[in-house]
T-cell receptor
Framework: DAKTTQPPSMDCAEGRAANLPCNHS???????VYWYRQIHSQGPQYIIH???NNETNEMASLIITEDRKSSTLILPHATLRDTAVYYC????????????FGDGTTLTVKP | GAGVSQSPSNKVTEKGKDVELRCDPI?????LYWYRQSLGQGLEFLIY????????KSGLPSDRFSAERTGGSVSTLTIQRTQQEDSAVYLC????????????FGSGTRLTVV
């Protein structure tokens, strides 16, 4: 699986959009971008994934650049409960093995 | 069940003892994964099951660690002769084969070796 690079930490004001970047410059054509988050003392939670088109669900939006070398997870109106570690991973979209979680970005939403 | 269930939620054991950690995945999920997370660290992959087979055991840190899965459902992770460095949260995840929806994680077992 391709390696990802994320900033170690970010702050966001409550109610504002949180934009979390991820670099995956070595991504292969058949690899998807997945985002998870881990709130303190809980197991990671799946957020969203995509291949090349932008995706949106009830939790977030995922913007993938045209060259697919980077992506941004957008939480449109961050709340204090969105404070968590956010992981960006890339993997082939099958059950052909593990996903490698890096260090992620610690997002702190402040009042 | 509705989610991935792990038991026990907390386990304190003496150094040198064996422990068994249980994972009950979502019904119908053919893939099952074990990860561990030491305090303040990221997720470390241990082993992956597809059905009852384990195509990837590459993350098991030593031969003291083993895992099995029966009936394509429940999985048990066994740690023999536990050491203090085994202390961590052990997380289990499952997913449906081929849908790419992503993993569903359990809440983990916090293992403390004293």
């Amino acid at each position: 699986d391709a390696k990802t690079t994320q900033p170690p930490s970010m702050d966001c004001a409550e109610g504002r959009a949180a934009n979390l970047p991820c670099n995956h410059s070595t991504i292969s054509g058949n690899e998807y971008v997945y985002w998870y988050r881990q709130i303190h003392s809980q197991g990671p939670q799946y957020i969203i994934h995509g291949l090349k088109n932008n995706e949106t669900n009830e939790m977030a939006s995922l913007i993938i650049t045209e060259d697919r070398k980077s992506s941004t997870l957008i939480l449109p109106h961050a709340t204090l409960r969105d404070t968590a570690v956010y992981y960006c991973i890339v993997r082939v979209n099958t059950n052909a093995g593990k996903s490698t979680f890096g260090d992620g970005t610690t997002l702190t939403v402040k009042p | 069940g509705a989610g991935v269930s792990q038991s026990p939620s907390n386990k304190v054991t003496e150094k040198g003892k064996d422990v068994e950690l249980r994972c009950d995945p979502i019904s119908g999920h053919t893939a099952l994964y074990w990860y561990r997370q030491s305090l303040g660290q990221g997720l470390e992959f241990l082993i992956y099951f597809q059905g009852n087979s384990a195509p990837d055991k590459s993350g098991l840190p030593s031969d003291r660690f083993s895992a099995e899965r029966t009936g394509g459902s429940v999985s048990t992770l066994t740690i023999q002769r536990t050491q203090q460095e085994d202390s961590a949260v052990y997380l289990c995840a499952s997913s449906i084969s081929g849908t790419g929806v992503g993993y569903t994680f359990g809440s983990g077992t916090r293992l403390t070796v004293v």
